[in-house]
């Protein structure tokens, strides 16, 4: 059975950082391609990062280019996403979850992990 | 980017009633389309793969429909259970994107 398991959330304030890591079992993890999407207090879901199977290629909303970094840890089976310059517009709930080939549907999440940015 | 507009937001619909959601793409994504059900404290769970194929454990009267811009998720005879916010994805092009939801509420 594919785990996922998100961990790193918790309370940081404006134009802090947060590391988030989510570690893989069930699967051989260097086989597929993995996402971060996120849903916001209220709303909808909103796809944030994702990352190849080698890690050689990244992709981001516009939204977080440039304070976000997505990287895997292939031998330890874990991804992360490197969160900088938060504001209160990332916080949400954050689940990882494994494409079941580049470009298809997300086939397993994450129980997700909370992440907070208030004063 | 492709926006996915589903209607309705909200439904509120009786046991065993039949609900159709709908999702419109801004642009052609061929069949590029899946959809999701959502509780509250749960993560999302994937129903429909490519517009309409079944996914393995997801209950027969779940069923999609579609292809180009127009999507209908479909599901039949509802039941306590399926209360729920439904989502479609698409995976055409980056990137991704999810229509903003559908909440079905049991009355």
């Known amino acids: 059975e594919v785990q996922l398991l998100e961990s790193g959330g918790g309370l940081v304030q404006p134009g802090g950082s947060l590391r988030l890591s989510c570690a893989a079992s069930g699967l051989t993890f260097s086989n597929f391609a993995m996402s971060w999407v996120r849903q916001a207090p209220g709303k909808g879901l909103d796809w944030v990062s994702a990352?190849?199977?080698?890690?050689?290629?990244?992709y981001y909303a516009d939204s977080v280019k440039g304070r976000f970094t997505i990287s895997r840890d292939n031998s330890k089976n874990t991804l992360y996403l490197e969160m900088n310059s938060l504001g209160a517009e990332d916080t949400a709930v954050y689940y990882c979850?494994?494409?079941?080939?580049?470009?298809?549907?997300?086939?397993?999440w994450g129980q997700g992990a909370l992440v907070t940015v208030s004063s | 980017e492709i926006v996915l507009t589903q209607s309705p937001d909200f439904q509120s619909v009786t046991p065993k009633e039949k609900v159709t959601i709908t999702c419109r793409s801004s642009?052609?994504?061929?069949?590029?389309l899946h959809w999701y059900q959502h509780k509250p404290d749960q993560s999302p769970k994937l129903l429909i793969k490519?517009?309409?194929l079944s996914i393995s454990g997801v209950p027969s009267r779940f069923s999609g429909s579609g292809s180009g811009t127009d999507f209908t998720l479909t599901i039949n005879s509802l039941e306590a259970e399926d209360a729920a916010t439904y989502y479609c994805?698409?995976?055409?092009?980056?990137?991704?994107?999810f229509g903003q939801g559908t909440k079905v509420e049991i009355k």
């Open positions: 642009q052609s994504i061929g069949s590029s």
């Open positions: 490519y517009a309409s």
């Open positions: 979850a494994k494409d079941a080939a580049y470009g298809s549907y997300f086939d397993n």
């Open positions: 994805h698409q995976s055409s092009s980056l990137p991704w994107t």
């Open positions: 990352i190849s199977v080698s890690g050689g290629s990244t």
